[in-house]
């Protein structure tokens, strides 16, 4: 019991550091990592409270649940190799990936795009969707 709440520890904490998708607000990676958590691993404790939560609250763990320790590991080994970005230090990507020879500004309208896309109007996402459907040159 004592590892499942060390483990449950390490997510929580790796899930706090995690960015806010712009694109996606309603859909939060983090959250539905936390519900995975809370069921596989047991209740989460309140913030700052440091103690379970009392044993009516409904939130105890099965007792016949499969736990595979080894791979709740492995989880814990991606995200926080992901949330450091330990890829992306280890395999930089050159210009000659970046600024392909068919389209050298396509990545730098692709993160213009991603930049503007969460603050544009319902107006705008109507008018832009069409504009996908009738391509004008």
Same mark, same amino acid.
């Given at each position: 019991?004592?590892?499942?709440?060390?483990?449950?520890?390490?997510?929580? +904490?790796?899930?706090?550091?995690?960015?806010? &998708?712009?694109?996606?607000?309603? #859909? *939060? $990676?983090? &959250? *539905?990592?936390?519900?995975?958590?809370?069921?596989?691993?047991?209740? +989460?404790?309140?913030?700052?409270?440091?103690?379970?939560?009392?044993?009516?609250?409904?939130?105890?763990?099965?007792?016949?649940? /499969? $736990?595979?320790?080894?791979?709740?590991?492995?989880?814990?080994?991606? #995200? =926080? =190799?992901?949330?450091? &970005?330990?890829?992306? /230090?280890?395999?930089?990507? +050159? &210009?000659?990936?970046l600024m392909p020879k068919s389209q050298p500004d396509y990545y730098n309208k692709l993160l213009e795009e991603l930049d503007v896309?969460?603050?544009?109007?319902? $107006?705008?996402?109507?008018?832009?969707?069409?504009?996908?459907?009738?391509?004008?040159?």
């Amino acid at each position: 019991m004592a590892l499942r709440s060390a483990l449950q520890k390490q997510y929580m +904490t790796l899930l706090s550091h995690w960015p806010v &998708d712009p694109l996606r607000p309603n #859909l *939060s $990676f983090p &959250d *539905s990592l936390r519900r995975r958590v809370e069921q596989e691993l047991g209740a +989460t404790y309140p913030p700052g409270s440091g103690s379970p939560p009392p044993v009516n609250a409904g939130t105890k763990v099965e007792a016949g649940s /499969k $736990f595979n320790e080894e791979y709740e590991k492995r989880q814990l080994n991606a #995200l =926080s =190799s992901l949330l450091e &970005d330990r890829y992306k /230090k280890m395999y930089p990507i +050159t &210009d000659h990936i970046l600024m392909p020879k068919s389209q050298p500004d396509y990545y730098n309208k692709l993160l213009e795009e991603l930049d503007v896309a969460p603050k544009r109007s319902w $107006f705008g996402r109507q008018l832009n969707s069409w504009k996908g459907w009738i391509r004008l040159k």
